[in-house]
């Protein structure tokens, strides 16, 4: 029988049973616009309210911080652009190792990268230095969804706070805010944005188990967000546009489920991970693990076979019945070389060579075993 192996987690998760289970209401029976003013529509704009409450318990905020959105991408977009459009002179800086839908936004204001190292951690005192007194907002990924690092965002919070004291004696009243994309993160580590420090957030239900284009950004009271969707208002006018109640039950559901229990995904899956890289270092000989030793989320593992072609091996990979990516999954759609292997100094020949398998929750040993199996056969032919 033909196996099949997912090892593309951080691409996209199967949504949780329970998850499903908590969208269902909200299809067919309690449809109700939450603005109306009968009392199913009342009914419903109630728990609308709960779900917010719920989410806003989880991520250690208060429930009018929090707009829904249709997934990270808008919530990135929310952050830069509701932040940069209300400053057009100022200035924004990103990590070089951001995800498209933060990066792309980034280039319609003035905007610099912050440089990562070979293992794909920011470099803070280079980000210091590029802090100047025109900094508006700053935004660091939690973690990297090609390699999985994790970024040193305490250390981030407090030189944001630094700077924030030494404008006020200055007499520079510019706001510094930052923001963290943690789309790949809230399956493996506590999402407080309070013990966090960050000002602004963003969380995704379709890599939580949860649907595909639901999601939040947390964004603290006294945060200027200009709306980018302009409509009736809804989200505290942050975001306009009749609210999905099954999207939002699904992702308040995903976000309980994923936040409960973090801690041991993260043991289980970190054993998974360090079985993996010692059987693949042990069976594949010349072969590099990209990331971080230290700081490195436990459902990435990124991979460069010199001298294998990625593209090819996904196929072949494919054939045997194992799907794995070759980093991140909207830049292979495009064909374009990753920007994050290029960051952390890989060449474009190397990075050709480079895949990314990550794990989740049905994922098991056998399953990897058989993955390094494979990947020991088809690789021998290729190199
Ligand atoms: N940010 C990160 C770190 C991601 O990994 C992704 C998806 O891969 C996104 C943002 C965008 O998520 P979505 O396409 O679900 O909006």
Redesign the pocket.
């Known amino acids: 029988m033909k196996k099949h192996i997912y090892l593309d987690y951080?691409?996209a998760t199967p949504m949780d049973p329970v998850v499903k289970k908590a969208t269902e209401p909200y299809w067919s029976e309690r449809f109700h616009n939450p603005s109306a003013i009968y009392l199913s529509s009342r009914a419903v704009k109630k728990d609308l309210d709960t779900f917010r409450a719920r989410v806003a318990r989880l991520l250690g905020a208060k429930p009018a911080e929090i707009v829904f959105t249709s997934?990270?991408?808008?919530a990135?977009n929310l952050a830069i652009s509701g932040v940069m459009s209300r400053h057009p002179k100022g200035e924004l800086l990103v990590s070089a190792i951001e995800?498209e839908?933060v990066l792309e936004p980034a280039k319609l204001y003035k905007n610099k990268q912050v440089p990562v190292d070979s293992n794909g951690r920011i470099i803070l005192n280079k980000l210091s230095n590029l802090i100047s007194d025109k900094t508006i907002l700053v935004s660091i990924?939690m973690v990297?969804?090609e390699l999985g690092t994790v970024q040193p965002l305490s250390e981030v919070s407090n030189l944001i706070t630094q700077v924030r004291e030494a404008r006020l004696k200055s007499g520079n009243h510019l706001p510094l805010y930052l923001h963290s994309?943690g789309?790949?993160a809230g399956n493996y580590f506590d999402l407080q944005a309070s013990r966090l420090g960050v000002d602004m957030m963003?969380v995704?239900g379709?890599?939580i188990y949860g649907p595909?284009q639901s999601?939040a950004l947390l964004a603290k009271a006294g945060v200027d967000l200009a709306p980018l969707i302009l409509g009736g208002g809804q989200e505290y006018g942050r975001r306009s546009g009749t609210e999905s109640l099954a999207l939002i039950a699904g992702f308040t559901e995903a976000l309980e489920q994923a936040q409960s229990k973090y801690k041991q995904e993260l043991k289980r899956t970190r054993e998974l991970r360090e079985f993996f890289a010692a059987e693949l270092q042990n069976h594949l000989g010349d072969l590099t693990i990209n990331g971080s030793i230290k700081h490195q989320s436990p459902h990435i593992l990124s991979i460069t076979l010199p001298g294998a072609d990625n593209e090819r091996l996904v196929m072949e990979l494919d054939e045997a019945g194992i799907q794995v990516g070759v980093g991140?999954?909207?830049s292979a759609a495009k064909g374009q070389s990753s920007h994050v292997l290029a960051a952390i100094g890989l060449s474009s020949k190397l990075a050709r060579s480079t895949l990314r398998f990550s794990f989740g929750r049905q994922t098991t040993k056998e399953d990897l075993s058989y993955a390094v199996k494979t990947l020991v056969r088809l690789t021998a032919v290729q190199r």
């Open positions: 951080a691409a997934g990270a991408t808008e990135n995800h839908s990924m990297n969804n994309d789309a790949q963003t995704n379709g890599k595909k999601g991140s999954a909207c």
